[in-house]
């Protein structure tokens, strides 16, 4: 007897992972999109992956937007791309080592989010000026550590990395969905004296620049502070904040919550740690109480604008 396909994925589920819940859920349209995460951040072409698995490019591409795959072509995949079947399969928590595969993630989930809220560093991408994105590929190499082993294969990451964000910057802008920003008030002060740098050690004509870069980039956000756009809304809060970041997203039927340690702005990072995104709702309502907390606290509008400019003001001469 042939068993129907969703059967089998929670066959598996149950028998390999330990799960208990045999109604639960599997979204096809979601493994698709983590087979693709995982397959860029791997580094291997779709030809070179297929071939592996002795199957045609045309049927990966097929899995890739939701057709269902055998288990068995699910646990070579899982091999070959280093990842877990349960991440793939979005059982439980969802672990990323990859920045490229956690940002294409994102990418995926903000595609149908409609509301979006950010705690990431001084600034977060989808916000920050179309300069910040001019200036980020030299950030990035610039953190990359002289001599480290890898240093080749981080310097693509870095370009795999861009076309990615890219894409988000646009979805964000064709779709608009509400998104609210909350900001450490120490991390951007740090931020506005550091400058947009990847390394402290750069030549002062550079650090000079990176330091204007920087100055550009939180008088973009008073801009927004002040005009307050529809959708969008932005609190800085006083003092430090976490250093991970984190982000929730509200889709229709459901909600998101990612954790990240690569950071993009100041101090970045996109060589090393583990992301994690999940839907639990324990770890969601915890989430979600202190986004309300820090809100609360945080300066908004004129308020926040006010701040910022406070800030500015008390940048050495």
């Given at each position: 007897?042939?068993l129907p396909?969703?059967?089998?994925y929670?066959?598996?589920v149950?028998?390999?992972?330990?799960?208990?819940?045999?109604?639960?859920?599997?979204?096809?349209?979601?493994?698709g999109?983590?087979?693709?995460?995982?397959?860029?951040?791997?580094?291997?072409?779709?030809?070179e992956?297929?071939?592996?698995?002795?199957?045609?490019r045309?049927?990966?591409?097929r899995?890739?937007?939701?057709e269902?795959?055998?288990?068995?072509t699910?646990?070579k995949?899982?091999?070959l791309?280093?990842?877990?079947?349960?991440?793939?399969?979005?059982?439980?928590?969802e672990?990323?080592?990859?920045?490229?595969?956690?940002?294409?993630?994102?990418?995926?989930?903000?595609?149908?989010?409609?509301?979006?809220?950010v705690?990431?560093?001084?600034?977060?991408?989808?916000?920050a000026?179309d300069?910040f994105?001019?200036t980020?590929?030299?950030?990035?190499v610039?953190?990359i550590p002289?001599?480290?082993?890898?240093h080749?294969?981080?310097q693509?990451?870095?370009?795999?990395?861009l076309?990615?964000?890219?894409q988000?910057?646009?979805?964000?802008?064709?779709?608009?969905?509400g998104?609210?920003?909350l900001?450490?008030?120490?991390?951007?002060?740090?931020?506005?004296?550091?400058?947009m740098v990847g390394r402290?050690d750069?030549?002062?004509?550079?650090l000079?620049?990176r330091?204007?870069r920087?100055?550009?980039?939180?008088?973009?956000?008073?801009?927004?502070?002040?005009?307050?756009p529809?959708?969008?809304?932005?609190?800085?809060?006083?003092?430090?904040?976490?250093?991970s970041?984190?982000q929730?997203f509200r889709q229709?039927d459901?909600?998101?919550l990612t954790?990240?340690p690569?950071?993009?702005?100041?101090?970045?990072?996109v060589?090393?740690?583990?992301?994690m995104?999940?839907?639990?709702p324990e770890?969601?309502?915890?989430?979600?109480?202190?986004v309300?907390?820090?809100?609360?606290?945080?300066?908004?509008?004129?308020a926040a604008?006010?701040y910022?400019?406070?800030?500015?003001?008390?940048?050495?001469?």
């Amino acid at each position: 007897m042939t068993l129907p396909s969703e059967t089998l994925y929670l066959f598996y589920v149950n028998s390999k992972s330990g799960v208990k819940n045999s109604g639960m859920t599997i979204r096809f349209d979601d493994i698709g999109n983590r087979l693709r995460a995982f397959r860029l951040a791997s580094g291997l072409s779709a030809d070179e992956i297929a071939a592996r698995l002795e199957i045609s490019r045309t049927a990966l591409y097929r899995f890739e937007k939701g057709e269902v795959a055998k288990i068995e072509t699910l646990e070579k995949l899982s091999e070959l791309l280093d990842v877990s079947v349960p991440t793939l399969l979005g059982v439980g928590v969802e672990y990323i080592s990859s920045a490229v595969a956690f940002f294409e993630r994102l990418r995926q989930i903000e595609e149908s989010a409609e509301h979006i809220v950010v705690l990431a560093g001084p600034v977060s991408y989808l916000l920050a000026s179309d300069t910040f994105g001019e200036t980020l590929e030299d950030v990035l190499v610039e953190s990359i550590p002289e001599g480290a082993a890898d240093h080749d294969r981080a310097q693509e990451i870095v370009r795999e990395l861009l076309p990615i964000l890219r894409q988000r910057k646009e979805t964000w802008r064709a779709r608009k969905p509400g998104l609210l920003n909350l900001i450490s008030g120490a991390e951007i002060d740090r931020f506005l004296r550091n400058g947009m740098v990847g390394r402290l050690d750069l030549p002062e004509d550079v650090l000079a620049e990176r330091r204007r870069r920087a100055l550009g980039e939180a008088e973009h956000l008073i801009t927004l502070m002040e005009e307050e756009p529809i959708g969008v809304q932005i609190g800085i809060v006083p003092g430090a904040l976490p250093h991970s970041s984190f982000q929730i997203f509200r889709q229709a039927d459901r909600k998101v919550l990612t954790l990240s340690p690569f950071r993009l702005g100041e101090q970045p990072n996109v060589y090393g740690g583990i992301a994690m995104i999940t839907s639990a709702p324990e770890a969601l309502d915890l989430h979600e109480r202190t986004v309300e907390d820090m809100w609360r606290r945080a300066y908004k509008g004129q308020a926040a604008a006010k701040y910022l400019r406070g800030l500015i003001k008390n940048l050495p001469a």
